[in-house]
Structures are given as structure tokens and as C-alpha cells.
């Protein structure tokens, strides 16, 4: 919640957006848009942001025995473009599931989201605009880190011919980065109604509504982007049902998932297992998968 205020305070913008890089407290102070700045628990943050890495403490050189606050490379992370993510995280809602936890291993029932807010999350997006506004902006973060990887590495978007149908695409940001680079190809972003109906307007990118659980629109190639995570596994192979009717003779079907699988070990371990407590509390039955999984679900669903 340090990180949060310093996010909220703009404390890295602040700081990136200086020529040093580097601030002293009442630099920073003067930058604030507050009507009654409060110098010493502003210390107390940024103090404990230095500890935990966000920021450095330099010896300054112009005052000898005073120090600045630097910005480092996790406090780059957190300047406006990039910190959605962690307004999404950190939000009330998102973690009120949280505590209700340890009542799902218990007891079964409702899911801790559910049990936490009397809904489940889909629902909750649909009934409050702005928090489907913060989700959504959230997701459009995350996956930005995502979709920058993905654009990198994967080169098979080049010979589909025809339609690409991002299926629960959200805003439609991925979509909409994938037909920047592959031009040739007709974006679509399948998503709920209410969900389409509060995207912006992308080049190259058709926003339609419907319900991935009923159909999906005729496609030559279809995403499904951190998607199947959210479902169990009957929920999982209906929508790959939908897919599979919804593709031609040789049509392409691209998932990208985290794949659990212990021998991809790497720096993201930890993560990984904590968006799978994510999903536990944030969904009815979804998690983190396996490859084999994936293929096994995929075999179920006719693929
Ligand atoms: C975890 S987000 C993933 C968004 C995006 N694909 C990404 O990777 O950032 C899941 C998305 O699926 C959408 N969704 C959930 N249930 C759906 C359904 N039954 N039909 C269509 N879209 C759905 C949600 O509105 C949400 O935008």
C-alpha cells in the first residue's frame, strides 16, 4: 500500500520526468498537488520505498550531509503508463476475495469473490461502469508487457488470411496492437455487450458483441489471450467447442496461457503461483495450467 500511495502521489512520474532523475524531499514536495503538503510522512514514504528498492537515497552534491531520492528501474515501472496494473491489483474489490480465502478451503460454496461482494466478478463489471473502467484499464497494462513478448517472438499472425477474432479481448488493446503490425489482417474483439460497448474506437478493429459460452463469430484465426484461465475445465472446453465450430478446415487457434509446467522454471515462478491464487479468489474454477493440461482439454473439446 506504500507502493500505491507513491503511485498515487505520482512520486515516479515525478521523478522520471526530472533531469537527475533524482529529487530531494522538498523538491518532490513542491511538485505535489496537495492544499496542505505534509513533509514528514512524505519522508516516512519515501523511505520505505527506498528500502523496498522503488528508489535510491543519494548523498546530494550540493548539500553536503542532505540526500535526494533516485529513481531506479522498478520505479520506471510505476510511472502513469505503466501503473493501471497496480491500481487493478491493489483495488478493494479485486482483493475483498482475498479474505475469504481460507472459508473456500474450508466450506466449498460461493467463491471468495462471490462470498465477498454476493456476485460473481463478470457480474460486478456489468453493474458498476467504473470498475469495469479500472479492470479493464488494468488488464490493457498487464498485458501491454504481455503482448510486447508475444509481437516479438511469435511470427505465425503473418499467414492468417482473413479475420483474427480476439475472443474476450477486452478494450480490444491486443487485438489492436496485432493489426498495427499485421495490417492485412480484420481485427475483431469479441467481448460481453456492456464490455464492447465501453471499448474505444480502434483502427483496423471491429468491436461484437456476444457471450463466448454461446458462440463466437466466424474467424480464420482466433485469440484467446489469458482467457481459459478463468474457467473450469467444462466451462474451458465449451468455449474451445465454440472456437473449433467457429474456424474453417486448417483455421489457427492461438492461446497464449501461463503454462505451469514445472520444468519452465524462470524468473516468473513466484508470480505465476500468485496469479493462480488470483484466479482462486477472483473466479468460479479458473487456474493456472500445465501444457498438458491445455493439450488434454484441447483433445476433449474435438481439437
Ligand atoms: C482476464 S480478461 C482478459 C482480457 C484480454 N484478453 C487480455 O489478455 O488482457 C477476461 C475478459 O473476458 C471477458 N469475458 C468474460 N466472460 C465472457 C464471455 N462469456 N463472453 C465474452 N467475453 C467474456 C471479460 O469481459 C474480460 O474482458
Redesign the pocket.
Same mark, same amino acid.
Given at each position: 500500500f506504500g507502493i500505491k500511495a507513491a503511485v498515487l502521489l505520482r512520486i515516479p512520474d515525478i521523478l522520471s520526468d526530472s533531469l537527475e532523475k533524482s529529487m530531494s524531499l522538498e523538491e518532490i514536495a513542491a511538485r505535489l498537488q496537495g492544499t496542505n503538503i505534509q513533509l514528514a510522512p512524505l519522508r516516512r514514504l519515501l523511505d520505505y520505498l527506498v528500502v523496498k528498492k522503488v528508489l535510491l537515497k543519494i548523498q546530494s552534491l550540493e548539500v553536503p550531509g542532505e540526500f535526494k531520492y533516485g529513481s531506479t528501474e522498478l520505479c520506471e515501472m510505476l510511472t502513469e503508463s505503466k501503473f493501471a496494473r497496480l491500481l487493478m491489483l491493489q483495488d478493494e474489490v479485486v482483493t475483498s476475495g482475498w479474505h475469504h480465502i481460507h472459508e473456500f478451503i474450508l466450506h466449498g460454496g460461493e467463491v471468495p469473490f462471490q462470498r465477498a461482494q454476493g456476485m460473481f466478478i463478470?457480474d460486478y *463489471?456489468e453493474k458498476n461502469p467504473e470498475f469495469l473502467g479500472l479492470f479493464?484499464q488494468g488488464?490493457?497494462a498487464?498485458?501491454n508487457v504481455?503482448m510486447d513478448s508475444v509481437l516479438q517472438t511469435y511470427h505465425g499472425f503473418d499467414e492468417i488470411r482473413g479475420v483474427l477474432v480476439?475472443?474476450?479481448?477486452?478494450f480490444g488493446a491486443?487485438i489492436g496492437r496485432v493489426v498495427e503490425k499485421y495490417p492485412h489482417i480484420a481485427g475483431v474483439n469479441?467481448?460481453?455487450p456492456h464490455?464492447a460497448h465501453a471499448a474505444p474506437a480502434i483502427p483496423g478493429v471491429r468491436h461484437v458483441r456476444?457471450?463466448? *459460452?454461446e458462440n463466437i463469430p466466424p474467424a480464420d484465426a482466433i485469440l484467446l489471450?489469458?482467457?481459459l484461465h478463468?474457467f473450469d475445465d467444462d466451462e474451458v472446453i465449451l468455449v474451445l467447442q465454440n472456437c473449433y465450430k467457429a474456424l474453417p478446415h486448417g483455421g489457427k487457434l492461438i492461446i497464449?496461457d501461463i503454462d505451469m509446467d514445472p520444468a519452465e522454471r524462470g524468473p516468473f515462478e513466484s508470480l505465476k503461483f500468485a496469479f493462480d491464487l488470483v484466479l482462486l479468489a477472483l473466479t468460479k474454477g479458473g487456474k493456472e495450467r500445465t501444457s498438458v493440461q491445455f493439450t488434454e482439454l484441447l483433445t476433449q473439446a474435438q481439437f
Open positions: 463478470w *463489471m479493464s488488464m490493457v498487464i498485458s504481455t480476439d475472443v474476450g479481448g477486452g491486443d469479441y467481448e460481453l464490455v456476444g457471450d463466448m *459460452m489471450k489469458t482467457i478463468d497464449v
